[in-house]
């Protein structure tokens, strides 16, 4: 009897279960590895949702790779060249771009210390898919400018008449464009779903699209991409908040489950 009390609440066996071990025996790993099986179980469900974020993950990576072919032999729209020309032209572009390049170059120290400051913030907030999912941007945004190590389309540059540009290769796809749609993205979706106010949400919604609009511009306007690219870009950045938003519903809907069921 005594003997029994004396053994920690960590090394008893549930009831019914037959203990091998400590850590067999601890029920957070038995209802953490619940919750990975329903969130899986939800993921991969044929539900209309589902089906919605594959299809809108699948058409972009099959533009991108179309892009990748159409654009391999490095020409250049004269279209393009007319939008960046007319761009060119407008006064205060050079802040425009400093402001949306400070929050969208993942390079940069300040940009990354911005992420871990927002994930930081989620997980001191108990908030642990959203953190997740905000740190999964990352690798993600990485992986999607494989294009860059496969085609050497030319950016801006002099070469080009009436144009200004930095020069040089690799102008597709613009990771900052990609990013502004799929970082932000989630972090508005998240904010949206935080506030019930019609004002706030449109206000959430307009300043990311500002945001948005604002990186593409600026990428045209100081020569560091074309239109193509960042166009492209967008859709690719969609393609991802797709699938963050895919994970985020499967993660959420079983955590929900799980705790219900204790």
């Not at 072919?69 to 802040?95: C, N």
């Amino acid at each position: 009897m005594w003997a029994s009390k004396m053994v920690p609440p960590e090394r008893r066996s549930l009831p019914g279960e037959r203990r091998t071990g400590p850590l067999r025996a601890w029920p957070g790993r038995d209802r953490f590895r619940r919750f990975l099986a329903r969130a899986v179980a939800l993921a991969v469900a044929p539900s209309r949702r589902n089906i919605a974020y594959w299809s809108i993950c699948a058409a972009t990576l099959g533009l991108e790779l179309v892009m990748v072919a159409v654009l391999s032999d490095g020409h250049i729209y004269e279209w393009e060249k007319e939008v960046t020309r007319l761009f060119q032209q407008v006064p205060g572009r050079r802040t425009v771009f400093d402001v949306a390049s400070f929050l969208t170059n993942t390079l940069s120290l300040p940009f990354v210390l911005l992420l871990l400051a927002v994930v930081g913030a989620a997980v001191a907030m108990g908030q642990y898919t959203p953190a997740f999912l905000l740190a999964l941007t990352f690798p993600v945004h990485v992986l999607a400018q494989f294009p860059k190590a496969i085609i050497e389309r030319p950016r801006p540059s002099a070469a080009y008449q009436g144009i200004d540009g930095v020069g040089g290769v690799m102008s597709f796809p613009s990771g900052h464009a990609e990013y502004v749609v799929s970082f932000y993205g989630l972090l508005a979706c998240l904010a949206l779903a935080r506030f019930r106010s019609y004002r706030v949400r449109a206000l959430i919604v307009a300043l990311w699209l500002a945001l948005a609009a604002a990186t593409g511009f600026g990428r045209i306007a100081t020569g560091r991409h074309w239109p193509i690219d960042i166009l492209v870009s967008y859709a690719i950045g969609a393609g991802i908040l797709s699938g963050l938003l895919w994970l985020r519903h499967a993660l959420q809907t079983a955590r929900a489950e799980i705790l219900a069921e204790s």
